[in-house]
């Protein structure tokens, strides 16, 4: 995993000015801690921050292969899983490599298929390659989007890049939001419309996207997508292929020449995970697997079931590192830490996040990377089996807008009255949620329930899963930790996409045929755990703290937030110290104290990033 970014000018001599380039690639330097490297040419200046995973010597960015007169220059951030398959297909059509890396041949693959090349590739990925005979420059990202790729055109430049705060050291990009940019952020946020770089004028390749940009200008074609059909499979044929799968998924990403360790909740994703690594380990004869938990300081008091968290982590935790042999490592978090990362989760990001939920994110991979380089960890299995809530509840299925963020009103209440004009903040949701559903590949003749599910599958993929694929990338590069998500395989989705809901749900419980697909790795009691999700604090304490700094923060003249906010509905509700947490405003964790750190993190990135309303 690296940092890529670049500039093409195809009008401009652009050598004279690399050192705009060389303060772009310095804000990668957390997401390539290792290495650093620029290639520049009159119209196309490229840079490189490289985190070594693969291949310490011969995967050097950016990398020059030559095929004829023709030059290309790659800039790559992200993993292959199917390196060895695709060399040794180059390799039978003349192709000769020179280094072990997935970057060349990620590179050949190019020179060989042309913008074809997506279309062979597993893995998460975003990277640029300059045709130096052509003039011309390809970027593609990958079908999920785990891995970010940012862009802006201004005039005749074309910027690229992994993160938000790299194009905005370049002159040419200015901190500015429009009404757009605020609806994304207080209608949407934390989530964010597929392409939208929040900014102005600043978009992002989508996942599944490419792109090419020469003298005729940006052409952006999508090049994958689910494809609908019915599922002729009986149910053992289907657990079968699951299980196979989802073994082949995982089993495909252990490959690194640096430390891999796993994430371990004790919750079914994490745990397959961690059970298949630790056989792998045992059998080829590498280290005991080293496993991390997350916890929160005094949790253990505090913390009380309800029914979207029916119980805590730990113990099931201890027994996955103890069924298989682990070094366990808990990390436990307190209350004045998680609170005054906000800060540092912001800045991870470039945007208002998900408050605690990636502060502490921040926090745990930050203890990670004391030890490790590369983490597996459980993400996208909910999304993609239908493990949520809304693909059961009555009410949450059936709601007309997204099933994560029912209730806007507890955020736009808070906005004031010149914002709320701006933004349309129920039209502009409305808008999005209907762009996203006209996307929906149908399948012919379904309808009902079965039709509204595959939507509510859609809507999950292409939002939730991109929120929290997008927090996951921000929160673990920021400090040089990769974090690999074996479930967001795309032949893996794209097989469940089909399998219909009487089979997902198998036994009438969530992901009921990944339970019954990975019968005989896990425990039983694990096997059939209810799903809990990502762990948060509980401690009183945070809330009260959270409460006192946005006080603290509207009571200051200078904040930039003051400008946006209704100030006496803001006043009101932090002085009420009996206010309930409330309905989440979004997702299954974020009730009032996270809408607190929300306002926080808008605050602390209006002042960073000094961002003006336009």
């Known amino acids: ?130 045709s130096e005979k052509d003039q011309s420059l390809f970027l593609a990202r990958d079908r999920f989007g785990v891995k970010p790729l940012f862009y802006a055109l201004r005039g005749s430049s074309l910027l690229f890049a992994s993160e938000l705060k790299t194009l905005l050291t370049h002159s040419y990009i200015k901190p500015e939001v429009d009404a757009e940019g605020l609806s994304e952020i207080f209608a949407l946020g934390p989530a964010r419309t597929p392409g939208h770089g929040v900014f102005k004028n600043v978009n992002e390749i989508k996942p599944a996207h490419c792109a090419l940009y020469d003298s005729n200008g940006l052409h952006i074609r999508r090049y994958w997508s689910f494809e609908s059909h019915p599922h002729t499979d009986t149910l053992n044929e289907t657990v079968s292929r699951v299980r196979e799968l989802v073994y082949d998924s995982i089993e495909r990403q252990f490959v690194a020449d ?38 929160y300081q005094d949790n253990d008091i505090y913390f009380t079931p309800n029914a979207f968290q029916p119980n805590s982590d730990a113990p099931w935790v201890k027994r996955m590192s103890d069924e298989f042999g682990t070094t366990h490592h808990n990390i436990v978090i307190d209350t004045p830490m998680l609170v005054s990362a906000l800060e540092g989760a912001t800045l991870a990001k470039d945007l208002p996040g998900m408050a605690d939920i990636d502060s502490s994110l921040w926090l745990f991979c930050r203890e990670i990377k004391k030890d490790a380089t590369v983490a597996l960890s459980g993400e996208c299995a909910d999304e993609i089996f239908g493990g949520y809530p809304w693909f059961h509840r009555e009410d949450m299925l059936n709601s007309s807008t997204f099933p994560w963020s029912r209730f806007p009103e507890e955020r736009t209440r808070l906005l004031s009255s010149e914002v709320k004009t701006a933004i349309k903040a129920e039209e502009y949701i409305s808008r999005r949620y209907q762009e996203t559903l006209d996307e929906v590949p149908r399948l012919a003749g379904e309808s009902g329930i079965e039709a509204r599910r595959r939507e509510i599958f859609y809507l999950n993929i292409t939002w939730f899963m991109q929120t ?141 990033y000094k961002v003006s309303i336009v």
């Open 1 to 130: 995993m690296c940092g890529i970014a670049g500039w093409i000018d195809l009008k401009d001599d652009l050598i004279q000015k690399y050192k705009e380039l060389e303060k772009m690639s310095g804000t990668l330097a957390a997401r390539g801690p290792d290495a650093s490297g620029m290639w520049l040419s009159p119209h196309a200046v490229i840079a490189h921050r490289r985190l070594t995973v693969v291949d310490p010597e011969g995967g050097g960015q950016p990398m020059i292969r030559s095929k004829g007169e023709h030059s290309y220059i790659i800039t790559y951030n992200g993993e292959l899983y199917n390196t060895d398959d695709l060399r040794q297909e180059l390799k039978n059509k003349g192709h000769v490599f020179i280094s072990n890396s997935d970057t060349e041949v990620l590179l050949i693959s190019y020179i060989e298929w042309g913008p074809q090349c997506v279309e062979y590739l597993n893995g998460i990925y975003a990277f640029g390659i300059w």
């Open 258 to 295: 640096v430390p891999v360790c796993t994430f371990l909740s004790g919750g079914l994703d994490s745990s397959a995970i961690t059970a298949m690594a630790a056989n792998f380990f045992k059998k080829t004869g590498k280290p005991q697997l080293h496993t991390y938990s997350i916890d």
């Open 468 to 608: 929290l694929l997008d927090r996951k990338d921000r929160m673990s590069m920021s400090t040089g930790l990769e974090v690999r998500v074996p479930y967001c395989d795309h032949r893996l989705a794209q097989y469940v996409w089909n399998i219909p809901w009487e089979m997902k749900s198998l036994g009438g419980r969530e992901k009921g045929i990944l339970r019954r697909a990975l019968e005989g790795l896990l425990p039983d009691d694990v096997l059939y755990r209810k799903k809990s999700p990502y762990p948060k604090t509980h401690h009183p304490v945070y809330e009260r703290a959270v409460r006192n700094w946005l006080k603290e923060i509207i009571h200051d003249s200078s904040s930039p937030l003051l400008q946006l906010i209704d100030y006496k509905t803001v006043r009101a509700m932090l002085e009420d110290d009996h206010s309930d947490y409330g309905r989440p405003f979004f997702g299954q964790l974020m009730a009032l104290p996270q809408l607190f750190a929300y306002l926080i993190q808008v605050d602390i990135w209006m002042r960073a």
